[in-house]
């Protein structure tokens, strides 16, 4: 019994360290993600605890379960338009770009630590694909929003390209164990894994929605039930021979864009597992390694390291999107965000787990060159988001949101809270000097606690919380027009569209009119919108710029069906 409390007692307190660490973290920037690492070093074997770890069985199946939850909370917050905007060149990226950086990392490694090519390959699909959590968790955590064709791609290709990658490694320490031929079947077991993983994560997807709206179960049950589906469907697709990474993401993608009130309770205790699945293995995973044995590695894995950032991700990238026509500043942020996190150090017990010879190998190299990537790519997203101009300014939003889900609606129907802060359009004024959509119900204020009813028609104060009643499809229209602007350190609407927009039906005659611009020949007629669609050869995007004379034009806002309805204009050398 005491050596159970004691346990229990250091568990508890490496999860409290955890959390407050967090908060360091935050403040010096550093990736949350290498914090867990180190914390789990720390009280690891050779750490200050001295726990020792050595379990590949256990860490693989902890693993397998937090990466699902995580897998099933990122494929939640992929919004539809994500996939119209970037699923090709997602697509090519999670294939041909993961077969690319498997080969150019691959022969190199082999190269560097005198392995036999298929070892080196080995090593090269161990990795080869980016990391949905480290992507997800470090976009979440910075607070930044990147342009969506960028930042769409990243987050698609991190949660689809797993299925690759677990494909090469099977086969390859299935060639070294020698219970495998190398041969043609390789593509058809990676289809079988694509087909069975995308069938079944859409069947589960849409049969989920179904019993969400047929059970008559209390609402904090459906959370518990997405966990325990979400893990049963990687469980069944893997069974199949299917890829039950993809299968979860796919899942969650048709989870979290249906319109059901239980969603939003369903995000936010996912929110917490998805972190506390990140904790968990992380902990596990810096608990599993021992320092000692990474310094025997650590100069052939830091050269292997700046290989694979450099020469084989911006490779893969490249020669990836070159039917997509992508901006040099795109590519070369996708390239950077090649983020390493969990998976590889879960496939690299892929060997350890098989017997491959030089198990140890795999797994030490792949946990130096992860933690390489979490410090130098990891640390530096958002200056390099900055820095190429890709980083919009965040979309206006309520501070609090209540849906009403005892109520049976045919529309998700929520009670949104507005906190008026020093920067607030809402300062000084009322309700009725605000147009909103026809649907939306003024509730009131609460001030100093006390709530002020909409009869007696409040002058908005600092600190007032101004509640509003209305349908979930109505609340973007609604926070445009009455959220707070960005803190002082973020980017604002201005310092990236510029003072003034303009309607993107206005000619170029028009703006001539205005600015004295030198127009392209015979050009001079058409709008705004036209001006900078022909100049893009993909889907428009929130953020996209072109430069017109003396003027830069940015996409400000898009229409439902994706044509240019806002540009903000600005001079060329701000």
Not at 294 to 315: D, K, N, S, W
Not at 536 to 546: I, K, L, M
Request: glycine share 8%.
């Amino acid at each position: 019994m005491e050596a159970i409390n004691l346990t229990i007692l250091v568990i508890g307190a490496l999860f409290l360290i955890s959390i407050i660490a967090t908060l360091i973290s935050a403040r010096i920037g550093a990736p949350i993600l290498l914090v867990f690492l180190i914390i789990g070093m720390l009280a690891g074997e050779q750490g200050l605890l001295g726990i020792t770890f050595n379990n590949p069985q256990v860490a693989f199946l902890i693993g397998s379960i937090a990466l699902v939850i995580i897998l099933f909370d990122g494929g939640m917050r992929t919004h539809p338009e994500r996939f119209r905007v970037a699923l090709a060149p997602a697509a090519m990226l999670a294939t041909l770009g993961v077969v690319i950086t498997c080969t150019v990392t691959g022969l190199a490694a082999a190269w560097i630590l005198g392995l036999h090519w298929l070892q080196g390959l080995l090593l090269g699909a161990i990795l080869s694909s980016t990391d949905a959590a480290a992507v997800f968790s470090i976009f979440q955590s910075r607070g930044i929003r990147i342009k969506d064709r960028v930042a769409s791609t990243l987050e698609i290709e991190s949660g689809s390209n797993d299925p690759m990658a677990v494909m090469l490694t099977v086969t390859l320490v299935g060639v070294l164990a020698e219970y495998t031929a190398l041969d043609w079947s390789v593509l058809i077991v990676f289809l079988k894994q694509a087909v069975i993983g995308g069938a079944v994560g859409y069947g589960a997807g849409r049969l989920f929605v179904f019993l969400c709206r047929k059970l008559p179960l209390s609402f904090a049950f459906f959370p518990l039930m997405a966990v325990a589906c979400c893990i049963s469907v990687y469980a069944v697709t893997t069974q199949f021979e299917g890829s039950g990474f993809l299968a979860v993401y796919l899942m969650g993608y048709f989870v979290g864009n249906a319109r059901l009130p239980q969603v939003l309770y369903i995000l936010r205790v996912h929110d917490g597992l998805a972190w506390l699945s990140q904790i968990v293995m992380f902990l596990m995973l810096g608990l599993l390694v021992v320092p000692s044995q990474l310094l025997e590695h650590l100069l052939p894995a830091l050269a292997i390291a700046g290989i694979l950032i450099f020469i084989a991700r911006p490779l893969a990238v490249f020669l990836s999107l070159i039917p997509f026509h992508f901006p040099a500043k795109d590519q070369l942020f996708i390239s950077w965000v090649g983020l390493r996190g969990a998976v590889p150090i879960i496939l690299a017990l892929f060997p350890w787990l098989a017997g491959v010879p030089d198990e140890h190998l795999y797994f030490n190299v792949a946990f130096v060159i992860v933690i390489v990537s979490l410090v130098f790519q990891g640390w530096s997203i958002s200056p390099v988001a900055r820095w190429l101009k890709l980083e919009v300014p965040k979309e206006s939003g309520p501070d609090q949101t209540m849906p009403l889900d005892a109520i049976d609606s045919n529309d998700v129907i929520e009670v949104i809270s507005f906190n008026l802060k020093a920067d607030s359009p809402m300062l000084d004024k009322q309700w009725q000097d605000f147009t909103v959509p026809q649907n939306a119900e003024f509730l009131g204020v609460i001030r100093n606690g006390e709530w002020l009813l909409s009869s007696e028609k409040p002058v908005f104060k600092l600190k007032d919380s101004v509640l509003v009643l209305c349908k979930m499809v109505d609340v973007p229209a609604i926070s445009t027009v009455l959220a707070s602007a960005a803190s002082s350190r973020s980017m604002t609407a201005s310092d990236f569209f510029g003072d003034f927009v303009l309607n993107g039906q206005i000619t170029l005659d028009e703006l001539d009119a205005f600015y004295s611009i030198t127009l392209p020949e015979h050009e001079s007629h058409i709008t705004l919108a036209d001006y900078i669609t022909e100049r893009f050869h993909r889907r428009v995007v929130v953020g996209d710029q072109v430069k017109l004379d003396a003027l830069v034009l940015t996409v400000r806002q898009l229409d439902d069906q994706g044509n240019v309805k806002q540009v903000g204009i600005k001079p060329g050398d701000s």
